[in-house]
């Protein structure tokens, strides 16, 4: 009896249990049921037409085309002839350097140019007088040579010898000084030339003129200020030229090509988005800290906002595909039943109503609807809330 009565308290304790999971399951359903629920909320978005586009981000900067400017010699600034943000023309002039010393240089360079040619002519008219002597005593030891061989008799062999050895003096004489007359009449004065091209530039390089049309970003001195020929002087932003520069993975770099599309976008200004296209991909490889081997692109950006700055940072994407301008819903509004596409939409009296549309396109985050609705129409889903 003992025994039986232990197994009939088992019984019912067994039952008790089975029915306090039973009620704790269905409990914990329906709780789990509620929070399901509670983390899933109706959306509701317009039809729309957008872009979509497929494509890699990479992280990059804003970099401006510039053009580093400095002057040729050593001096003290004299003059600035423009502000930073002045919009210049090319060939406009930046500033001036004190060139008194310059011109003074110039001027001693021309003189001693001028001394070395009246010098050259002075020696030139001299050596025609010399040459014009010899060769007249030439002219005469020869017609006396000449006699003396036409009458041999009348003088002795040693008078005939002495005169033929110097007539062969005065030749030789006069083809030296010939030669020499050649020389002179060629002498170059370069030395004296070059010193004054020397001197005639470095009084050309104490004007800084833009290479340039641009934007002048930057300016390193004031008046009165000394500047050297090995620092900058001025900034000038080329032809208002943006580009974007990035590192692209190997593993990715296969995929992207000189001219390819692409958007930037700027960390500083959200809500715009400027398209380029690429313009240099480099063909050596930068490793960074990682060990990753990347590549540096080069994007070319068209029509940059004024609100750009050099140094920005941004997000590059580059187009693998995109279609432009078509109806888009969002990704998770789209069933797919039996092979087929659906959507929930309010009709006009605002109930939900089950619509067949066919899909294109996708992102993974937006959906391209090819028929089945229609702009403005709005489209109904279950979205999981973000905890």
Same mark, same amino acid.
């Given at each position: 009896?003992?025994?039986?009565?232990?197994?009939?308290?088992?019984?019912?304790?067994?039952?008790?249990?089975?029915?306090?999971?039973?009620? #704790?399951?269905?409990?914990?359903?329906?709780?789990?049921?509620?929070?399901?629920?509670?983390?899933?909320?109706?959306?509701?978005?317009?039809?729309?037409?957008?872009?979509?586009?497929?494509?890699?981000?990479?992280?990059?900067?804003? &970099?401006?085309?510039?053009?580093?400017?400095?002057?040729?010699?050593?001096?003290?600034?004299?003059?600035?002839?423009?502000?930073?943000?002045?919009?210049?023309?090319?060939?406009?002039?930046?500033?001036?350097?004190?060139?008194?010393?310059?011109?003074? &240089?110039?001027?001693?360079?021309?003189?001693?140019?001028?001394?070395?040619?009246?010098?050259?002519?002075? %020696?030139?008219?001299?050596?025609?007088?010399?040459?014009?002597?010899?060769?007249?005593?030439?002219?005469?030891?020869?017609?006396?040579?000449?006699?003396?061989?036409?009458?041999?008799?009348?003088?002795?062999?040693?008078?005939?010898?002495?005169?033929?050895?110097?007539?062969?003096?005065?030749?030789?004489?006069?083809?030296?000084?010939?030669?020499?007359? &050649?020389?002179?009449?060629?002498?170059?004065?370069?030395?004296?030339?070059?010193?004054?091209?020397?001197?005639?530039?470095?009084?050309?390089?104490?004007?800084?003129?833009?290479?340039?049309?641009?934007?002048?970003?930057?300016?390193?001195?004031?008046?009165?200020?000394?500047?050297?020929?090995?620092?900058?002087?001025? =900034?000038?932003?080329?032809?208002?030229? =943006?580009?974007?520069?990035?590192?692209?993975?190997?593993?990715?770099?296969?995929?992207?090509?000189?001219?390819?599309?692409?958007?930037?976008?700027?960390?500083?200004?959200?809500?715009? !988005?400027? %398209?380029?296209?690429?313009?240099?991909?480099?063909?050596?490889?930068?490793?960074?800290?990682? #060990?990753?081997?990347?590549?540096?692109?080069?994007?070319?950006?068209?029509?940059?906002?004024?609100?750009?700055?050099?140094?920005?940072?941004?997000?590059?994407?580059?187009?693998?595909?995109?279609?432009?301008?078509?109806?888009?819903?969002?990704?998770?509004?789209?069933?797919?039943?039996?092979? !087929?596409?659906? =959507?929930?939409?309010?009709?006009?009296? #605002?109930?939900?109503?089950?619509?067949?549309?066919?899909?294109?396109?996708?992102?993974?985050? %937006? =959906?391209?609807?090819?028929? #089945?609705? &229609?702009?403005?129409?709005?489209?109904?889903?279950? !979205?999981?809330?973000?905890?």
């Amino acid at each position: 009896m003992f025994k039986l009565k232990n197994r009939k308290v088992l019984a019912i304790a067994a039952v008790s249990v089975v029915l306090l999971l039973a009620t #704790g399951a269905g409990f914990w359903l329906r709780s789990k049921s509620v929070d399901a629920t509670k983390e899933m909320e109706y959306q509701k978005v317009q039809v729309r037409r957008d872009d979509i586009v497929v494509g890699l981000d990479a992280d990059g900067t804003i &970099e401006f085309s510039k053009v580093n400017l400095r002057f040729g010699v050593r001096g003290t600034v004299a003059e600035i002839l423009v502000a930073e943000g002045d919009q210049i023309k090319k060939g406009a002039v930046i500033a001036k350097l004190d060139d008194r010393d310059y011109q003074d &240089e110039y001027q001693l360079a021309l003189a001693k140019l001028q001394d070395a040619k009246e010098q050259q002519l002075t %020696s030139i008219l001299s050596m025609e007088l010399k040459l014009k002597t010899t060769e007249a005593d030439l002219e005469r030891l020869r017609n006396e040579y000449q006699e003396m061989e036409a009458i041999p008799e009348a003088y002795s062999a040693y008078e005939r010898k002495m005169k033929k050895m110097e007539l062969d003096n005065k030749e030789v004489e006069y083809q030296n000084l010939v030669k020499e007359f &050649e020389i002179l009449k060629k002498q170059n004065l370069q030395q004296y030339e070059l010193q004054v091209k020397m001197a005639k530039e470095n009084l050309e390089d104490t004007i800084l003129y833009a290479p340039v049309s641009g934007v002048v970003l930057s300016l390193s001195k004031k008046v009165g200020e000394t500047v050297s020929d090995e620092e900058d002087f001025a =900034v000038i932003h080329e032809n208002q030229a =943006v580009k974007a520069v990035t590192k692209v993975i190997e593993y990715d770099i296969g995929q992207i090509k000189v001219g390819q599309k692409v958007y930037v976008t700027v960390e500083a200004l959200p809500d715009e !988005k400027f %398209s380029g296209e690429v313009s240099k991909i480099s063909s050596l490889p930068v490793e960074d800290a990682s #060990g990753l081997v990347n590549y540096l692109v080069e994007i070319d950006i068209k029509d940059p906002a004024p609100e750009l700055k050099d140094g920005m940072t941004c997000t590059v994407t580059f187009v693998v595909k995109e279609v432009k301008n078509c109806l888009v819903v969002p990704y998770e509004a789209v069933r797919a039943v039996g092979g !087929k596409q659906f =959507v929930t939409v309010l009709d006009e009296a #605002g109930n939900m109503v089950e619509r067949q549309i066919k899909a294109g396109f996708t992102d993974g985050t %937006s =959906v391209e609807v090819l028929e #089945g609705l &229609e702009v403005n129409e709005t489209v109904v889903y279950l !979205k999981r809330k973000s905890r």
